[in-house]
């Protein structure tokens, strides 16, 4: 049997590519380089009301070299984050992660995005443009204000392990900022 120099070459990049992939990495081993911020939403323009919960949100991407298993991964604000390291976790301020639309698992691939918004929306969690989770928190409007839980004027936004563990986090000291790209 003669094998060309394509074929060859084809079978050995499929074995290269999958094992520099290799399996996602499980939410409670994740490291903390590997989820990234690179969008937070502060401060709705004009009152804080229970209509614009969704300017409120925390945007973070997989910046790893393979796919990530965000499970359990929470998106906290300051105070909630506190509650956490302490052992004393609190719903308000906190968003679970717990599946993913049109995906059947945490998993996220490299590159992929996660966008965690205050709000709810008409038909639930969404996947869009192949490449974003839009889950929606839905947060209590006894949580915060009208359901908006980061501080307009200094906060952070905080990307966690269940144990408080830091993925990622951003700061912000400033008012009127409304989205914030670190």
């Known amino acids: 049997m003669r094998l060309n120099k394509s074929a060859i070459l084809f079978v050995g990049v499929v074995i290269a590519a999958s094992m520099t992939t290799g399996p996602a990495t499980a939410s409670a081993d994740v490291p903390g380089d590997v989820l990234r911020i690179v969008e937070v939403g502060t401060d709705a323009m004009g009152a804080d009301s229970y209509a614009n919960r969704n300017r409120e949100f925390v945007k973070f ?19 909630a984050h506190a509650k956490t390291v302490k052992g004393d976790a609190h719903t308000c301020n906190t968003y679970k992660i717990v599946d ?70 951003y700061s912000w000291d400033h008012n009127g900022g409304y989205v914030f790209k670190p």
Not at 102 to 125: P, Q
Request: aromatic residues 8%.
């Open 61 to 79: 991407q997989n910046v790893s070299d393979g796919p990530i298993d965000v499970a359990n991964v929470l998106v906290e604000d300051n105070w």
């Open 100 to 169: 993913l639309p049109d995906n059947g698992t945490t998993v996220i691939a490299k590159g992929e995005y996660v966008t965690v918004f205050n709000g709810s929306r008409l038909g639930g969690d969404r996947k869009i443009n192949g490449s974003e989770y839009q889950l929606f928190a839905d947060s209590d409007t006894d949580c915060g204000t009208a359901g908006q839980f980061f501080n307009n004027n200094n906060d952070t936004a905080w990307v966690t392990k269940a144990n408080g563990d830091v993925l990622s986090s």
